[in-house]
């Protein structure tokens, strides 16, 4: 795919996978709104299930979900190229920064917490079955990825000439520096909740080996995603492999804080990470906008052998 577009039938294919790995976790959503126990510890009772909180979180991810798929027809459809840039961009934005450092970091999480406690417990799953979290996380692992190569596909089809020049570093220094100052303290925070003992210093329900390593993957993708198009000589990264890691990092830096606070343990919010996402979220956004601003003003013009029959616009 880096060196030409996915054919139509694949772009399908991958939007039916991505689609189907949504629906288990809907469906529970769905029944647990209508007072299902299914996926619950036999005996355990609802625990939190019929809590406002709660029941205001699965209708709003249910919505979510809706916007998901309506993304990834957007991105295989006609209709798709023809919309705003931003009615696609920040939809996937969200997407990428919630899903991705799952989609890397699980996996590896979950081996590693095997081999070393011989099970895949984080200690927080309540009243749900195990089974529960390897079905909606490996389901977000999954819509994750396949998302992550139809959104590929679609912005080399439509801002080709962008693409191929790589990311240009912002032109205006305080930009670059309000991204340093607000992504990097963020980047070292969630390296700092990663490794302490449980019940020390450690982000409270974030304990597992699993969900630490996610912590290390949301750093990593932060780093290198500031880091590519202000030091493009010294990574030397194709262009497309660049504007993926600034994209990535980016929305990963923007999206993890304010998810983290939304699923605090018990509801109790952390004043460091609040600090924290305070900082990265606004600096990630700005940073991400001035470098794809940057990169449309120096990109050549398209030429309708690039692009055929699809009209352009820059960012």
Known sequence: MLGGHLASRTRSAI?????????????????????????????????HMQDARMEIGNGITILAVGVGIAVVLALVQDWGMRLSWWVLVLPAAGATGALAPIALGLPFGVLLQTLVDGNVSTGGEGNLEGPVFSVVYGGFAVFGIALSVLFVDYVGRRWSTVIASGPKPPRERWIMLAAIAGMVPFALGMLFWAFPAPGTAGLD??????????????????????????????????????????????????VQGPILLLLAHDAVLSVPLLVLAALATPAAVLFGLAVLRRSSETAPAATPAQHGRTRTRKL
């Open 15 to 47: 939007a039916a996978i991505a689609i189907a790995a949504l629906l288990p976790y809907t469906v529970l959503k769905v029944l647990w709104l209508a007072d299902s126990r299914i996926g619950m510890v036999p005996g355990s009772g609802y625990g």
């Open 205 to 254: 329900g974030w304990q597992s080996i699993a969900q630490r390593m996610v912590l290390v993957v949301i750093a990593l993708l932060t780093l290198v995603g500031l880091i590519t198009p202000l030091l493009p000589r010294l990574l030397a990264a194709p262009p497309v492999l660049a504007w993926l890691t600034v994209w990535v990092g980016c929305c990963t830096a923007a």
